[in-house]
């Protein structure tokens, strides 16, 4: 019911800085939160960052604080993630992620709170 799709990923030099789209459509909800993942090869699917679309909360997992800014549109119903001082541990295939409605802080990193995935987009970041 709700279509996710993410844009902005590609091959830059460490040090550098992306912005990652996340354009959502069907039966988005004011209540939903948007979040973005990552997954490695050969590691697990991991938390980047989540934020509420009623107020704007945000929520980043420790390794990406300070660096990454995660916001929304919601004119445009996109949310957005800014990477900057990006290292080449944060080489992976990035996904966005909604759920429904409200999600409390301590399930916002959790993957099985959301319903909803994109397809990825691919961020490689060389050394």
């Known amino acids: 019911q709700v279509q996710l799709v993410e844009s902005g990923g590609g091959l830059v030099q460490a040090g550098a800085s992306l912005r990652l789209s996340c354009a959502a459509s069907?039966?988005?909800?004011?209540?939903?939160?948007v979040g973005w993942f990552r997954q490695a090869p050969g590691k697990e699917r991991e938390f980047v960052a989540a934020i509420r679309w009623i107020d704007g909360s945000t929520y980043y997992a420790d390794s990406v604080k300070g660096r990454f800014t995660i916001s929304r549109d919601s004119a445009k119903n996109t949310v957005y993630l800014q990477m900057n001082m990006l290292k080449p541990e944060d080489t992976a295939n990035y996904y966005c992620?909604?759920?429904?409605?409200?999600?409390?802080?301590?399930?916002?990193?959790?993957?099985?709170?959301?319903?909803?995935w994109g397809q990825g987009t691919q961020v490689t970041v060389s050394s």
């Open positions: 992620a909604a759920a429904p409605g409200l999600v409390g802080q301590a399930l916002m990193s959790t993957k099985n709170s959301y319903d909803y």
């Open positions: 069907g039966r988005t909800s004011s209540r939903s939160t």
